[in-house]
């Protein structure tokens, strides 16, 4: 039930940011809790855009600005040759500095 409580929840989370926000992104994707939007502003506008525009709770922003790549989940979303000819952004798997790739067999 946690996976649909967060749905709704970061749902209406969602509807009152859009609401309320004069500025809108211009790209907003969400898995369940993590977010990936592009926005035109600085990072300090955006990260208190955030918690301002919500009553209930404060959020917990990880906010990563990049002029060429961002981490989200096991993803690395970067400018790619594509990009410059086409505005389409690459993936490719990303790893966190922690994994050793060690496998239970059981």
Not at 40 to 49: F, K, L
Not at 83 to 105: A, G
Request: charged share 25%; proline share 2%.
């Amino acid at each position: 039930m946690a996976v649909a409580f967060a749905n709704i929840f970061m749902a209406k989370v969602e509807t009152e940011i859009s609401n309320q926000s004069a500025l809108k992104p211009l790209v907003w994707k969400r898995f369940i809790d993590d977010i990936f939007s592009l926005w035109n502003r600085t990072r300090e506008v955006s990260h208190s855009s955030f918690n301002k525009l919500t009553n209930n709770i404060k959020l917990e922003v990880t906010v990563e600005v990049s002029e060429t790549q961002t981490n989200l989940l096991d993803t690395t979303v970067y400018k790619g040759e594509r990009f410059e000819t086409e505005s389409v952004l690459n993936v490719c798997t990303h790893f966190k500095p922690t994994e050793t790739f060690q496998y239970t067999q059981f």
